[in-house]
């Protein structure tokens, strides 16, 4: 079944309408059956010695193979159905007329289906099809062409084309009945899934202004703790602390529930080693607390030069990829992934990325693979995700299961820097990480950049920091924050992620290209309201060192700046 199901969706794509997936897979299953039915006709034929049938029969095959090959439906969909549809009426014209061994009865039988195929593989034009076999066949039976051939009895004749008639009428109708079908299910779908769009960002936006505000209610609850107060006072406020906190889990609960996760990504072009990007995918994986499996990586050895795109792209491919994989319950059993050669040329690397691992619940996650292939899968689950973003690869994901485990494998074609080697590691990390720790400043000597476009909640963090940290400037936007970056150092960035002008996602990648021609990063520390599914991987994988959502406490803000700037 699964062969079949191959064979049927050959050449179809994530990017494909329905309608025409539709098409495609008719006419991949026409051809299927066709060439079937034409495979046992010859063998057949070849034992009762029939061999104008023979010879018809042999040339169709080529035939049908060849036009298939050179006009293939999931590129000339339109041509290679006019094709295929003629070529059968050609092949039933011919049978009919030299092939006396067939009975009437059979060759009228194939006749009268003839308009259903039409109308399934050449549904515009299958009308005036049928209609034209239909006028080629009452001809032939009034003009003698052959002496072997035996015309229609004029009560046979009359009867055929009663039948003949009335089939191109029912598949014309059929087909119009369901075209209509077809529009109307996607307007509908159309409309639902504006209305889901719709209601999705309202609720991010709300959720992002409620969290927004009850972090400034927060920063102030903590700022005027620093006052003396009585302890009716403090024991009022430590209430008012953690009512916020409560109402915060509870906007967290509704977002969780309405919203299912949304990716909008927008890539970047740098030059990059492969095995450094992997193993900052992996350090972002062992960052989060629930992931406690092992990862092993090999193949990048092979690599000579680094290579051109987005590593930020595939650092979030991966995530979703590991992290939709744990939740399937990996085994004990390290998941291995591997990247292989599979081509190479002057300028391209064509690259295997392999996962293999083991998990206990293949049912659910052989379902979930099985409905990203059919489109039904929720964009919500972290492996539809991670397929979402390999189309923007022109990629896709593929799967196989066997005794020993499971394997997800894509192809990458990835461009090569021939300009740059991929540097082995240097010996002398550790004495300049040794020399450098030597010079460190302390917290209240580093530069500080923050970025947020909310005048308030500029105010309340400067309030909470500026006691701390003595040289902070403030950026009103990404572009902001660009500008300016390039015309003074900085020790750390706050990066809001919500902005106009500039988000802080695009801030971020644009950061990460602008010190990807020298040795120098920035941390940057997000600082967002934005607390959504998937939001911490988006910004880690986007270049982003570490992640902090609204609200927050600002003792924790410290000990992430200071663990990012390794401060004593």
């Given at each position: 079944?699964?062969?079949?199901?191959?064979?049927?969706?050959?050449?179809?794509?994530?990017?494909?309408?329905?309608?025409?997936?539709?098409?495609?897979?008719?006419?991949?299953?026409?051809?299927?059956?066709?060439?079937?039915?034409?495979?046992?006709?010859?063998?057949?034929?070849?034992?009762?010695?029939?061999?104008?049938?023979?010879?018809?029969?042999?040339?169709?095959?080529?035939?049908?193979?060849?036009?298939?090959?050179?006009?293939?439906?999931?590129?000339?969909?339109?041509?290679?159905?006019?094709?295929?549809?003629?070529?059968?009426?050609?092949?039933?014209?011919?049978?009919?007329?030299?092939?006396?061994?067939?009975?009437?009865?059979?060759?009228?039988?194939?006749?009268?289906?003839?308009?259903?195929?039409?109308?399934?593989?050449?549904?515009?034009?299958?009308?005036?099809?049928?209609?034209?076999?239909?006028?080629?066949?009452?001809?032939?039976?009034?003009?003698?062409?052959?002496?072997?051939?035996?015309?229609?009895?004029?009560?046979?004749?009359?009867?055929?084309?009663?039948?003949?008639?009335?089939?191109?009428?029912?598949?014309?109708?059929?087909?119009?009945?369901?075209?209509?079908?077809?529009?109307?299910?996607?307007?509908?779908?159309?409309?639902?899934?504006?209305?889901?769009?719709?209601?999705?960002?309202?609720?991010?936006?709300?959720?992002?202004?409620?969290?927004?505000?009850?972090?400034?209610?927060?920063?102030?609850?903590?700022?005027?703790?620093?006052?003396?107060?009585?302890?009716?006072?403090?024991?009022?406020?430590?209430?008012?602390?953690?009512?916020?906190?409560?109402?915060?889990?509870?906007?967290?609960?509704?977002?969780?529930?309405?919203?299912?996760?949304?990716?909008?990504?927008?890539?970047?072009?740098?030059?990059?080693s492969l095995s450094e990007?992997?193993?900052?995918?992996?350090?972002?994986?062992?960052?989060?607390?629930?992931?406690?499996?092992?990862?092993?990586?090999?193949?990048?050895?092979?690599?000579?030069?680094?290579?051109?795109?987005?590593?930020?792209?595939?650092?979030?491919?991966?995530?979703?990829?590991i992290k939709g994989l744990?939740?399937y319950q990996l085994t004990?059993?390290?998941?291995?992934?591997?990247?292989?050669?599979?081509?190479?040329?002057?300028?391209?690397?064509?690259?295997?990325?392999?996962?293999?691992?083991?998990?206990?619940?293949?049912?659910?996650?052989?379902?979930?693979?099985?409905?990203?292939?059919?489109?039904?899968?929720?964009?919500?689950?972290?492996?539809?995700?991670?397929?979402?973003?390999?189309?923007?690869?022109?990629?896709?994901?593929?799967?196989?299961?066997?005794?020993?485990?499971?394997?997800?494998?894509?192809?990458?074609?990835?461009?090569?820097?021939?300009?740059?080697?991929?540097?082995?590691?240097?010996?002398?990390?550790?004495?300049?990480?040794?020399?450098?720790?030597?010079?460190?400043?302390?917290?209240?000597?580093?530069?500080?950049?923050?970025?947020?476009?909310?005048?308030?909640?500029?105010?309340?963090?400067?309030?909470?920091?500026?006691?701390?940290?003595?040289?902070?400037?403030?950026?009103?936007?990404?572009?902001?924050?660009?500008?300016?970056?390039?015309?003074?150092?900085?020790?750390?960035?706050?990066?809001?992620?919500?902005?106009?002008?500039?988000?802080?996602?695009?801030?971020?990648?644009?950061?990460?290209?602008?010190?990807?021609?020298?040795?120098?990063?920035?941390?940057?520390?997000?600082?967002?309201?934005?607390?959504?599914?998937?939001?911490?991987?988006?910004?880690?994988?986007?270049?982003?060192?570490?992640?902090?959502?609204?609200?927050?406490?600002?003792?924790?803000?410290?000990?992430?700046?200071?663990?990012?700037?390794?401060?004593?």
């Amino acid at each position: 079944m699964e062969f079949i199901h191959r064979v049927l969706s050959f050449g179809v794509s994530e990017k494909t309408d329905v309608a025409i997936i539709n098409r495609i897979k008719a006419l991949n299953a026409f051809y299927l059956a066709v060439l079937f039915v034409l495979f046992i006709s010859v063998i057949l034929t070849s034992i009762l010695g029939i061999q104008n049938l023979l010879i018809i029969n042999l040339t169709a095959i080529g035939l049908f193979i060849l036009l298939y090959l050179l006009i293939p439906p999931y590129r000339f969909l339109k041509i290679n159905g006019m094709a295929t549809i003629s070529l059968s009426g050609i092949m039933i014209v011919l049978c009919y007329l030299l092939v006396p061994e067939l009975s009437s009865n059979i060759m009228l039988a194939f006749l009268l289906l003839f308009p259903i195929a039409a109308s399934t593989i050449q549904v515009h034009r299958s009308l005036w099809i049928s209609s034209g076999l239909g006028l080629v066949i009452l001809i032939l039976n009034f003009v003698p062409v052959t002496d072997t051939f035996e015309p229609l009895l004029p009560i046979s004749l009359a009867i055929f084309l009663l039948i003949y008639g009335t089939m191109i009428v029912a598949s014309y109708l059929i087909e119009k009945s369901q075209s209509s079908l077809i529009r109307k299910q996607t307007r509908i779908a159309e409309y639902y899934e504006s209305e889901i769009k719709q209601k999705d960002e309202f609720i991010s936006k709300l959720s992002h202004k409620l969290r927004t505000s009850l972090s400034n209610i927060t920063l102030i609850n903590n700022l005027v703790h620093d006052s003396r107060m009585s302890s009716a006072q403090k024991d009022l406020l430590d209430t008012l602390k953690t009512s916020t906190f409560d109402l915060i889990n509870d906007v967290n609960d509704l977002v969780e529930i309405t919203t299912p996760a949304i990716i909008d990504f927008k890539q970047s072009i740098l030059s990059f080693s492969l095995s450094e990007a992997l193993e900052r995918t992996i350090s972002i994986l062992y960052s989060d607390d629930k992931f406690n499996i092992d990862v092993i990586i090999e193949g990048t050895e092979a690599l000579d030069y680094n290579i051109i795109g987005d590593p930020s792209l595939l650092r979030s491919i991966l995530i979703n990829l590991i992290k939709g994989l744990n939740e399937y319950q990996l085994t004990d059993d390290p998941l291995l992934l591997s990247i292989l050669i599979d081509y190479e040329s002057q300028n391209l690397y064509g690259l295997k990325f392999s996962l293999k691992f083991d998990v206990e619940n293949k049912p659910g996650l052989k379902k979930v693979l099985n409905n990203i292939h059919n489109k039904t899968e929720q964009r919500s689950s972290k492996l539809a995700n991670a397929n979402h973003l390999l189309t923007l690869t022109a990629s896709r994901l593929e799967y196989s299961f066997d005794e020993l485990g499971a394997k997800l494998y894509f192809f990458l074609d990835i461009n090569k820097d021939s300009t740059r080697k991929t540097e082995a590691p240097d010996k002398t990390d550790k004495i300049k990480t040794e020399v450098a720790k030597g010079k460190q400043k302390s917290l209240s000597q580093i530069s500080m950049l923050l970025v947020e476009d909310n005048a308030i909640n500029q105010k309340i963090v400067l309030l909470s920091l500026n006691k701390r940290v003595k040289q902070i400037d403030v950026a009103n936007n990404g572009k902001e924050a660009l500008d300016m970056f390039g015309t003074k150092k900085y020790d750390i960035i706050l990066m809001d992620i919500q902005m106009p002008v500039m988000d802080g996602i695009i801030a971020t990648k644009k950061i990460r290209e602008i010190e990807s021609t020298s040795d120098e990063r920035v941390p940057i520390l997000a600082i967002t309201a934005n607390a959504l599914t998937g939001d911490r991987d988006n910004c880690l994988a986007a270049g982003v060192d570490d992640y902090v959502s609204k609200p927050f406490q600002v003792d924790d803000v410290v000990d992430k700046i200071m663990r990012l700037l390794d401060l004593e």
